[in-house]
């Protein structure tokens, strides 16, 4: 470990703790849920307001994509404005929440079944920074990403984050961002406030169900589950936060749902909360 100290130094600075910290998985749905307070940001800062503050956030983002696993292990993250043809003022937010690289450090110590390479350049994507800048505004907590190997299948993911547990014992507040049915090629505007296809309405009551039902390895499975399943994932980058998010579940904690809703007939912004 090419810095052995700064390891120690965070290692002891945050001890663990007698609870653990709740994990998210997100329905992150349009960047610009980022500036709007609408049904889906209010909650997200409820949730905030409902869950001890973290001492750091992790998030998962559909948004970083990448060949291997990296995270971000910056002082200051970039705020990313990864996307097009939305109004000026998305482009104008800044989320200058910091970094932790001893944090990032510790994390990938704790991954033994990939090498965690320790990125300089990213920064937040807007999978990450527009919900956090709901739930922490003050920019005050420290905020790192964890990318998502493009070349790994959802039960590799799902297993690499049970190597993360021990950070919730320690105050990190571990944030998958997607969303579980997301095909924007079938998106309809004349639902974009509200309503979804019989497709993907059928899958999203799948996903419910078995989140519920702790059958993970069904989801893991996702392809199994037929051509619905597959019209609802069409692409992976957007599910596999889930996987985070039920692979740091223990066997005793209970898991809820919020923001239920479909949008624009092909998405829903169903988003999960353990312990």
């Not at 996903?207 to 051509?227: D, T, V």
Request: glycine fraction near 8%.
């Amino acid at each position: 470990m090419s810095n052995l100290s700064q390891f120690n130094n965070f290692t002891s600075a945050l001890p663990v703790q007698d609870s653990l910290m709740p994990v998210l998985f997100i329905g992150h749905g349009s960047p610009m849920n980022g500036i709007e307070d609408n049904e889906f940001s209010l909650k997200w800062a409820g949730i905030a307001k409902d869950i001890p503050q973290p001492k750091a956030v992790l998030v998962v983002s559909a948004h970083w994509f990448t060949r291997g696993t990296h995270i971000t292990a910056m002082d200051f993250p970039k705020t990313i404005h990864d996307f097009g043809g939305f109004p000026q003022a998305l482009f104008d937010v800044q989320y200058p929440a910091p970094g932790d690289p001893a944090l990032a450090l510790e994390t990938a110590g704790l991954v033994y079944s990939a090498a965690v390479e320790l990125d300089h350049d990213w920064g937040l994507d807007h999978g990450a920074w527009t919900v956090v800048k709901h739930m922490y505004p003050e920019a005050n907590i420290p905020v790192l990403q964890l990318s998502i190997d493009y070349t790994k299948d959802a039960n590799y993911h799902y297993n690499l984050a049970k190597e993360l547990y021990q950070l919730r014992r320690k105050g990190v507040l571990i944030l998958g961002s997607g969303n579980m049915v997301h095909n924007l090629r079938m998106m309809s505007w004349e639902m974009i406030n509200g309503g979804g296809f019989d497709w993907a309405l059928e899958m999203n009551d799948k996903f419910k169900s078995l989140i519920l039902n702790k059958e993970h390895q069904q989801l893991a499975n996702y392809k199994n589950l037929g051509a619905a399943a597959m019209l609802a994932i069409p692409t992976p980058e957007h599910y596999l936060p889930l996987m985070y998010t039920l692979g740091l579940q223990n066997v005793k904690e209970d898991v809820s749902l919020f923001n239920d809703k479909a949008v624009g007939g092909s998405l829903t912004m169903t988003s999960v909360r353990i312990g």
